[in-house]
């Protein structure tokens, strides 16, 4: 596609809020940069004709501390917590002398177990994780 824009990746952004797209820029459609602090992003003065490639790389942040929040969909906070009190409840089930405590501890596993899977069900399909990736998206012909 022709374009003036030289470095499309350095002067364009785009976002993504529900089922709408928007392209913005910080350059004009000569390619110069826009002055006004006001207008600094714009929407792109650019003809779209076969399509437009969106690409981006994310990953998400490594946890360092105890006070850390996952950088995951926040709908997914709770089952990590029942994934982790699994490990534990069967860390603590390996460890026991006792067989009740042992029974009762992998029993308390198999409970979190379950709650960490239905948690993935109901909320770890939803296509909002912070994983980067190649997206298309070809708008309709208008004309």
Same mark, same amino acid.
């Given at each position: 596609?022709?374009? @003036?824009?030289? *470095?499309?990746?350095? @002067?364009?952004? *785009?976002?993504?809020? #529900?089922?709408?797209?928007?392209?913005?820029?910080?350059?004009?459609?000569?390619?110069?940069?826009?002055?006004?602090?006001?207008? &600094?992003?714009?929407?792109?003065?650019?003809?779209?004709?076969?399509?437009?490639?969106?690409?981006?790389?994310?990953?998400?942040?490594?946890?360092?501390?105890?006070?850390?929040?996952?950088?995951?969909?926040?709908?997914?906070?709770?089952?990590?917590?029942?994934?982790?009190?699994?490990?534990?409840?069967?860390? &603590?089930?390996?460890? @026991?002398?006792?067989?009740?405590? @042992?029974?009762?501890?992998?029993?308390?596993?198999?409970?979190?177990?379950?709650?960490?899977?239905? #948690?993935?069900?109901? *909320?770890?399909?939803?296509?909002?994780?912070?994983?980067?990736?190649? &997206?298309?998206?070809?708008?309709?012909?208008?004309?």
């Amino acid at each position: 596609m022709a374009s @003036s824009i030289k *470095y499309p990746d350095a @002067s364009c952004l *785009y976002f993504l809020e #529900g089922d709408s797209l928007a392209l913005v820029t910080n350059v004009d459609s000569s390619g110069t940069q826009n002055t006004s602090l006001r207008k &600094r992003w714009k929407a792109i003065q650019e003809a779209v004709t076969d399509g437009l490639l969106l690409w981006y790389h994310a990953e998400p942040n490594n946890i360092t501390s105890i006070n850390d929040t996952p950088d995951i969909d926040n709908a997914l906070h709770y089952p990590i917590i029942d994934f982790v009190k699994r490990c534990l409840y069967m860390d &603590r089930a390996g460890a @026991s002398p006792d067989p009740n405590t @042992s029974s009762v501890a992998m029993n308390m596993a198999q409970f979190h177990e379950n709650k960490w899977n239905e #948690g993935l069900r109901r *909320y770890g399909m939803r296509k909002r994780d912070k994983v980067g990736g190649t &997206r298309a998206i070809k708008p309709p012909d208008l004309t």
